[in-house]
C-alpha cells in the first residue's frame, strides 16, 4: 500500500553553501519538487585557519537561513529538517550557528560524516532505477569534507569521509590565483596523502560508474554548457580530458576571469580548481575516463532517511 504525500523541508547547510529543498515525497520517493534553492554562503571562511566560525560568515547564514524560514512557512510542510554537514563539525563555535536555527524555530542537527556518506548515496539512487550490474563510486566534493562511497544498486557497501573539501584545500594551499606550481605541488601532494587510505579500500571494488555530486562538479559542466541548466547538467559524462581541460583554463586565470570569461558563479570562483584536481585524482585512481555528475545530493538524501529510517 502506497504511503500519502508528505509536504517535507530540508536543509543542507554545508561549508560553502546551503541548500533549501521544498517537495512532496512518500515511502517511493520524491513525488513533487516545489522550490530547490542554492545559496553561497561560506560558512566555512577562514575555518582551516581558526577552526571557528567567522562573525560576518555567521551574519551570512543567518541572512540566509532568514530567506530559507518565510519560504518554508509560506510552503507549510508536514516536516522540517534542517541538518549541517562538515563545517559544523570542525567548528567550535558550531552552537552560535545552532542557536541561529534555533531563533529562527529551526532545530538544526549535525550529521557526522560517516551519516553524511550515507545520506549522499540515499539522495542520489534513492527512488531511482539502478544499475545492479556493477559497483558505483559516488564522490560527494563538499566546501569542508569529501564523501566516496561505494555502492551496488541501491546498496552501500563502503563510505568514508575524508576531512578536506574544496573550501579547505583552497584555503590552506592556494595563495595566489592565477595558481602557481608551487601552490598546486603542495595541493596535489595533500590530496594524495589524503585519499590514499580510501583509494587501497575502494581498490578492492570493481567499480563500473563514477558518480559526482555538489558543487564542484556541477559548477564544471556550467562551464561546457554556458549556463546552469539542470536538465542537462543532471546525468552529464564530464570525460577526464575536458576535465583535464577545465583545470588548466581554471589554473590560468585570476578569481575575475573564471567569473567573466568562464562564467563561473562569484561565490565558486575562488575554490574551483582545487575541487577539480581533487575530482580527478579520484577518477583517474580508479582507472576510469569519465565521471557522469548528479544535481541531486544530501539535500533529497534527508527526506529519503527521514522514510528509510521508518522501518
Avoid at 123 to 142: R, S
Avoid at 185 to 201: Q, R
Avoid at 220 to 225: A, D, P, S, W
Wanted: aromatic share 6%.
Amino acid at each position: 500500500m502506497k504511503t500519502k504525500d508528505l509536504k517535507i523541508a530540508t536543509i543542507d547547510i554545508g561549508s560553502n553553501s546551503f541548500l533549501l529543498l521544498l517537495c512532496t515525497a512518500n515511502q517511493s520517493g520524491i513525488s513533487t519538487i516545489q522550490k530547490d534553492v542554492v545559496e553561497i554562503v561560506r560558512l566555512g571562511q577562514g575555518l582551516a585557519k581558526n577552526k571557528k566560525f567567522l562573525p560576518e560568515a555567521l551574519d551570512r547564514a543567518r541572512n540566509t537561513l532568514t530567506t530559507f524560514k518565510k519560504m518554508i512557512d509560506e510552503f507549510q510542510p508536514d516536516i522540517v529538517l534542517p541538518k549541517a554537514t562538515a563545517a559544523a563539525r570542525i567548528a567550535e563555535n558550531r552552537a552560535d550557528l545552532l542557536s541561529i536555527g534555533k531563533n529562527l524555530g529551526l532545530e538544526i542537527e549535525t550529521i557526522p560524516g560517516e551519516q553524511e556518506a550515507k545520506v549522499t548515496y540515499q539522495g542520489v539512487f534513492w527512488g531511482q532505477k539502478t544499475d545492479e550490474t556493477g559497483y558505483n563510486l559516488l564522490i560527494d566534493i563538499g566546501g569542508g569534507s569529501t564523501e566516496l562511497i561505494v555502492g551496488k544498486g541501491a546498496n552501500i557497501e563502503y563510505s568514508v569521509s575524508i576531512p578536506f573539501g574544496a573550501v579547505l584545500l583552497t584555503e590552506r594551499f592556494i595563495k595566489s590565483h592565477p595558481v602557481v606550481s608551487d601552490d598546486e605541488m603542495n595541493l596535489e601532494k595533500e590530496i594524495d596523502a589524503g585519499i590514499a587510505g580510501a583509494l587501497n579500500s575502494i581498490a578492492k571494488f570493481p567499480v563500473k560508474t563514477v558518480l559526482a555530486v555538489a558543487g564542484t562538479p556541477t559548477t564544471l559542466v556550467q562551464i561546457i554548457l554556458g549556463g546552469y541548466d539542470d536538465a542537462r547538467i543532471n546525468g552529464y559524462s564530464l570525460t577526464l580530458e575536458k576535465l583535464l581541460e577545465l583545470e588548466g583554463k581554471l589554473k590560468s586565470r585570476t578569481v575575475e576571469q573564471r567569473i567573466t570569461e568562464l562564467g563561473v558563479p562569484k561565490g565558486r570562483a575562488d575554490i574551483l580548481y582545487a575541487g577539480a584536481v581533487l575530482l580527478r585524482k579520484i577518477i583517474t585512481s580508479v582507472k576510469l575516463k569519465e565521471v557522469k555528475v548528479s544535481t541531486r545530493g544530501v539535500r533529497h538524501g534527508i527526506v529519503a532517511d527521514y522514510f528509510l529510517s521508518q522501518h
